[in-house]
């Protein structure tokens, strides 16, 4: 998949299946934007990418979303490729979830796909191309328990890329979603309430079905076949990439 004189911006870039989309996007020829709200992390991988500064900021913020697509256009004159894949998680049930935990989940997770989308589709339209991937996950699908508020945004990011999707398939847009099972990265870890053991992790690898949690770059290199040529014919379309762990 070849993405010369493409232009991906992609926001929780700074680690995780972020980082591993920005570094997958990058080998592949396009240009990167890399945003996060960790500036330490996002310039470690800008200088890593030889990529322009990174925009730092909070993509809960409506106004800061859409100067990131402005200034995307100011650097490379279009946009070809969006993935939100800026996420948080709070580990609790609803009663356990506080009322400021339940706001910045759905800031963040829904909120966030929804402001930087609006900002992009704008640009995408008026060009008559581009590709939206939005991060979901099988919990946005199956449930789980004692993640009650980050199960229900990522149902509402799903209903987000469908609706989308519908609105703007005469357009030229594709607008799809990922959606990851259990993945080796800093969130699988974080929100704990415990101390998180060697024991803890092999179990949650022994969970899924094929006995291993998956690498970012795994999930990455569906998301660049998502947004590539490739993917030409899908659109709306919920992508798990679990292992078989929804199959069951």
Not at 77 to 90: C, E, S
Not at 236 to 244: E, F, I, L, Q, R
Request: with cysteine; charged share 15%; aromatic share 6%.
């Amino acid at each position: 998949m070849d993405f010369s004189g493409k232009v991906a911006l992609v926001t929780g870039a700074a680690s995780g299946m972020g980082a591993a989309t920005a570094r997958e996007f990058s080998a592949a020829g396009a240009s990167v934007v890399i945003v996060d709200r960790n500036a330490e992390l996002a310039a470690q991988l800008a200088a890593e990418l030889a990529a322009e500064p990174p925009l730092v900021g909070d993509v809960s913020d409506p106004d800061f979303c859409s100067q990131a697509v402005a200034t995307t256009l100011q650097r490379y004159g279009r946009l070809d490729a969006l993935v939100n894949a800026a996420g948080i998680i709070v580990r609790a049930d609803a009663l356990g979830t506080s009322d400021e935990q339940w706001q910045r989940v759905m800031n963040v997770n829904v909120n966030g796909v929804f402001f930087m989308s609006r900002a992009a589709v704008a640009v995408m339209k008026a060009q008559g191309s581009g590709s939206i991937v939005n991060f979901g996950s099988i919990w946005g699908e199956v449930g789980a328990s004692g993640v009650t508020a980050y199960c229900a945004s990522k149902g509402a990011v799903h209903q987000i890329t469908r609706a989308m999707a519908l609105d703007h398939v005469k357009d030229g847009l594709r607008i799809n979603a990922v959606c990851p099972g259990e993945v080796n990265t800093p969130m699988i870890k974080s929100e704990r309430s415990g101390p998180v053991t060697a024991e803890m992790m092999q179990a949650l690898a022994d969970s899924v079905p094929m006995g291993r949690l998956a690498e970012p770059v795994e999930i990455a290199r569906v998301v660049l076949f998502l947004s590539s040529d490739a993917a030409s014919y899908m659109t709306g379309a919920m992508v798990n990439v679990d292992a078989g762990f929804t199959a069951r």
